[in-house]
């Protein structure tokens, strides 16, 4: 069968092209050269509850440590407390003079990764999977994410209320950012810099990464 045989049959039927859906990367690599901590997005766009569901829901198909399973995820959207979790997070601390985010492209959407266990180094090890698989989805979704560890804890978990001790956020929507990676040598600088409005984000190059 030719590899255009279903977009002839749709335009043949309903006299029209085919809608084209515009997806980002097919394979690991693509999604992980898209994958990247965005700290600006566009108020435009609405993350839905649905999407954040959607981008949770890869964690009931990851690996974790002794399958103990602990990780629970309390969900935020503009309309049910974004407002209220701005001001307890930090985003850019390497770059302090730029107090990011800038004023109107702050995120309105957030994923809170809390634990049912005391933490450890498993749930530790289970968190860092949950955030890159679901960092991977959203950006399979056009979406893009940021991953902060920054944030008054003790403020956050009474001011919505949160049964669980909350380990990390997620902030998700759709990014206004140019971004870079930069190789460089394991010896390097690696803090991120901006420079003409693109944010450059220094990586060590791969093949300075094994030992033998």
């Known amino acids: 069968m030719a590899d255009n045989y279903l977009e002839k049959r749709y335009e043949e039927t309903l006299g029209c092209n085919k809608p084209k859906v515009k997806r980002i990367g097919h394979t690991v690599d693509q999604l992980l050269l898209h994958s990247r901590s965005c700290r600006g997005y566009n ?15 890869v964690c009931s198909r ?3 440590g002794c399958n103990q399973q602990v990780l629970r995820y309390f969900l935020v959207t503009k309309d049910t407390g974004a407002d209220q979790v701005l001001p307890l997070i930090r985003m850019g601390a ?11 492209t702050e995120p309105e959407a957030f994923i809170i990764c809390c ?60 990014g206004t950012e ?3 990676l930069v190789p460089v040598g394991s010896d390097a600088p690696r803090a991120y810099y901006r420079h003409d409005g693109t944010h450059y984000v220094p990586k060590v190059r791969a093949s300075e990464l094994l030992l033998n």
Do not use: C, W
Request: aromatic residues 4%; hydrophobic residues 50%; glycine residues 6%.
């Open 115 to 174: 634990t049912a266990a005391a933490e450890s180094k498993l749930v530790d090890v289970d968190l860092g999977i949950a955030l890159q698989s679901m960092a991977l989805k959203a950006v399979e979704m056009g979406l893009n994410t940021l991953m902060i560890g920054a944030f008054n804890r003790e403020k956050l978990k009474a001011t919505l209320h949160l049964p669980m001790e909350p380990l990390m956020l997620m902030a998700v929507g759709k």
């Open 62 to 64: 990851i690996p974790s």
């Open 178 to 180: 140019r971004i870079e």
């Open 43 to 57: 108020k435009n766009y609405i993350v839905s509850r649905a999407e954040l569901e959607r981008i949770v829901g």
């Open 94 to 104: 390497a770059l302090p003079e730029l107090h990011l985010p800038f004023p109107g």
